[in-house]
């Protein structure tokens, strides 16, 4: 397959790709108390593994990278990650009860809204996806 039309391919699935990346699934639960959680999946197709160091949206004041831990009493908690990385030939899923983007100071939105979100990674460098708003389920 040529470049272009796996580019075609990527396009019309949702999915936004970079060199040696690509993003899908991209979602944004529905903001409450102007906060939210972002999640996607990303598939790093590349040579060598790729790290997320930046997320920004003109919607959102600040983002964190947040992992779900389960306490001693069964309670759940986010915490700070250090960072995401995705491995060559493998994916990064961020998923609701896991790892998430924690979007802070959001703007409202309704469920079905698109938001841009800036994703810039050590490698593949910068893109621009769009999530789409959905009603907040299983918890961040
Ligand atoms: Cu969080």
């Known amino acids: 397959m040529t470049r272009a039309w796996l580019l075609l ?22 903001p ?21 160091l930046a997320v920004s949206a003109d919607a959102v004041e600040e983002t964190r990278l947040h992992e779900v831990t389960i306490d001693g ?12 990385v995705v491995e060559t030939d493998a994916d990064l899923v961020l998923e609701p ?11 409202a939105f309704d469920v079905g809204d698109v938001v841009e979100v800036e994703l810039v990674w050590e490698h593949a460098g910068s893109m621009i996806i769009e999530a789409e708003v959905v ?3 299983a918890g961040w």
């Open 97 to 107: 009860g896991s790892r998430h983007v924690m979007l802070l100071g959001m703007r």
């Open 9 to 30: 391919a990527l396009l019309l699935a949702g999915c936004v790709a970079t060199e040696g990346l690509s993003v899908a699934e991209a979602r944004i639960s529905e």
């Open 135 to 137: 009603p907040a389920g």
């Open 73 to 84: 009493n069964g309670f759940a908690t986010m915490t700070d990650a250090d960072e995401f």
């Open 32 to 52: 409450f108390a102007n906060s939210a959680a972002l999640y996607f999946a990303a598939t790093n197709h590349g040579a060598e593994p790729d790290r997320l």
